[in-house]
Each structure stands twice: as structure tokens, then as C-alpha cells.
């Protein structure tokens, strides 16, 4: 009797998770389909190196559309569904907040119904990335599966209504849907916009003398951070489980937004000094006495989540999940020495534009 294919679809696929997960999917024998969003730019450079694979499939729809995911769901018939949609941003949280609640909280509703009208309750597992932002004004250090929710910004409040929504489904319906309650989990792949990839490029270009000082916002906010390619396989390991279960997925170690720039800037070839306080904080270069690193209030958001510190001993004794695979300053090593060759990379492609039009112009290149 031939054993049924694992058919795996992924709404985010383009993000950070999504790429790492198709990998490792893909790498287990999956089908994997991914939902990508009609856009006037190309968005897929974290999946291009997977498109035309055999079992790699990319369809159009949208987390804001609930016809689209029904007629997506019915077609691929998914023996898994990965979550990882959203608006993940939260200070944009704060800018587009009807936006955000549309696509964090109500797409996860969209999701589960259209599963539900596909009559897939009994076949197809679901997996919700929820988010340590739920903690928000940290009632209790570290946080686990039981510590109380204090969401403390829109995104966090969207996100809370997808927790929730998933375990009444569970409940309600006798549906496979869990949650996992991510930490900050990092990469070479992260968005540029996010703290910690704008601190290891901004690195990189200044040690390349392409940027001449860093702002940011509070450097005392304390954040679990791990490793985006580990996370992926606690991920997939959740949904492995004879029952559904909600799972918080983090290292187990915390660190400050200053340690981050700190070790970012060394492994870039710059010692830091950090002096002063608060807003007068400065990150200044030892061997040249040149502030690099500046405080500015433009980065402080509304309301701040300080200290966010995962407990993953569930996930570690019941999944055998290793979060300590990548360590802290792996990531960091990881992060700068894939954007100091971007770095160079970018200028000397800069360079060879700058000269093919000055040629151009003089009619040296036809």
C-alpha cells in the first residue's frame, strides 16, 4: 500500500521562516506549496535558489482575502498548514494598525475556515507562529506556556486573537492546531528594517566606509534571540505530536539590544565603548574615539517591551528540541559575515553601474 505524500502549505513563504522551513521541508520529502501575494515588485529573493524544484509550488493569494485561501486550500488538499504570514513589524503595528489586525488576527480565522469548507478537519494539521510579543509588559521572568499575556502593542494585540481563535478551534471542532509561541529568532535573512540586521549591516558598512554612524532606539531592551533555521525544525516538530499542544520556542538565554551592536561591531572589526545613559547613550569606536552608535527617540516606540526571556523546557523534553544548536554569538558571526560580503558585493556592483553609464554617455559601449 503506498504511504499518502506529506503535503505541506506555507502562508509566508517568502519571509525568513518561510524560505528556511520550504528547505527543510523539502529536505524531508515534502510536497510544499507556498502562498506568495500579486505585487508590482519581486519579493522572492529569500525562495528564488527553490523555484523550479519539482516539489515547490508557488500559488496567488492573500491573507485578507478569504475566497482566495478557501479555493487554495480545496485545491492543494495540505496535509499541514504553516502560519507565518502577518504584518510581523511592530512599530508599523502602530501605523497600520486596521492592517495589521486584518492580516494577523482575522487571516488566522480565514485560514482555519477554509479548512473547515474543505471538510479537511480530520487530515490536516495547522500550525499558527504566534509570538513572545504576546507577554508584552512581562508579568513574570522567563515566560512558558502558562506565563499570563500582557499584549503591549497592535501587532501584539492581533497576535493574541490568533492564539486564541486556534485553541478554540482545537477545542470546538477536535482540530490539529497548535500554536508556537516564537521568540526573537534572527538570520542573514531578516528583514533589513528589523534591529538586528539594520546593526550587523550597519556594521559592515561603516568598517567599509559606507555609512558613517548608527541610530537606535532603546539599547537596554532585553530579547531572546535565536537562530531562524533552528526554529523551523521545533516548528515542524510540533506538528509531529500525537496531540495538539502549544509550545514556546526560544533559547532559554537573554541578551540586550547593546550586547547585540557590541559583538556585531567586533566581529566587523570594530571595538565598541559604551558610555553615558539613556537617551545620551553612545557606542564609541576605542581605537579612534569616533561615536558610532547614537540614541535617537524616533526609535522609541509608544509602548516598549523590555525584557523578553523564553522558557523552552517543554519544547526541549517533549519535542527533543535543541534550541541551543546556534549559539547566541554564532548568530551574530553569521548575520555579519554574510552582510560584510553584501556589503562589498553592493559596491562593487555600484561601481560597475556607475562606470557602464559613464561609458555609455561617451559612446565607448553601444
Not at 9 to 35: C, M, N, P, R, W
Not at 76 to 87: G, K, R, S, W
Not at 182 to 202: D, M, P, Y
Not at 214 to 231: P, T
Request: net charge negative.
Amino acid at each position: 500500500m503506498e504511504t499518502k505524500k506529506n503535503v505541506a502549505l506555507i502562508t509566508g513563504v517568502t519571509g525568513q521562516d518561510g524560505s528556511y522551513l520550504s528547505e527543510f521541508l523539502l529536505a524531508k520529502g515534502y510536497d510544499v506549496h507556498g502562498v506568495i501575494r500579486r505585487s508590482s515588485v519581486d519579493f522572492r529573493e529569500r525562495i528564488a535558489h527553490l523555484e523550479g524544484k519539482p516539489n515547490f509550488h508557488l500559488h496567488y493569494a492573500d491573507m485578507t482575502d478569504s475566497m482566495s485561501l478557501v479555493k487554495l486550500v480545496g485545491k492543494v488538499l495540505p496535509t499541514e498548514i504553516y502560519n507565518l504570514a502577518a504584518q510581523s513589524h511592530v512599530q508599523v503595528s502602530f501605523d497600520a494598525p486596521e492592517y495589521t489586525a486584518n492580516a494577523d488576527a482575522t487571516g488566522v480565522l480565514r485560514i482555519l475556515e477554509a479548512v473547515r469548507t474543505n471538510h479537511l478537519e480530520k487530515t490536516c494539521k495547522i500550525y499558527q507562529a504566534s509570538t513572545s510579543e504576546l507577554y508584552g509588559k512581562v508579568e513574570e521572568v522567563p515566560q512558558n506556556e502558562n506565563t499570563p499575556f500582557h499584549p503591549y502593542s497592535p501587532y501584539a494585540v492581533a497576535k493574541l486573537y490568533g492564539y486564541w481563535i486556534i485553541r478554540e478551534y482545537r477545542e470546538a471542532y477536535n482540530m490539529f492546531c497548535c500554536s508556537g509561541i516564537l521568540f526573537n529568532h534572527e538570520s542573514e535573512r531578516r528583514g533589513e528594517t528589523f534591529v538586528t540586521r539594520k546593526i550587523t549591516l550597519a556594521a559592515a558598512r561603516i568598517k567599509q566606509g559606507k555609512q558613517e554612524k548608527l541610530y537606535l532606539g532603546n539599547l537596554s531592551s532585553l530579547r531572546d534571540w535565536g537562530y531562524a533555521k533552528d526554529y523551523v525544525e521545533c516548528m515542524w516538530l510540533i506538528l509531529q505530536q500525537e496531540k495538539p499542544e502549544d509550545f514556546v520556542i526560544a533559547t532559554g538565554e537573554q541578551h540586550s539590544v547593546r550586547e547585540f551592536c557590541y559583538l556585531a561591531f567586533k566581529y566587523a572589526g570594530i571595538e565598541l565603548e559604551f558610555q553615558g545613559e539613556g537617551i545620551n547613550e553612545k557606542g564609541i569606536d576605542k581605537a579612534t574615539g569616533k561615536v558610532l552608535v547614537e540614541v535617537s527617540e524616533d526609535f522609541y516606540r509608544p509602548t516598549d517591551v523590555v525584557n523578553l526571556w523564553g522558557d523552552p523546557t517543554k519544547a526541549k523534553t517533549q519535542l527533543g528540541w535543541n534550541p541551543q544548536k546556534t549559539t547566541f554569538e554564532e548568530l551574530v558571526h553569521i548575520m555579519v559575515q554574510h552582510d560584510m560580503q553584501k556589503v562589498a558585493a553592493d559596491h562593487v556592483a555600484s561601481v560597475m553601474r556607475t562606470n557602464l553609464a559613464e561609458y555609455l554617455e561617451k559612446g565607448l559601449v553601444k
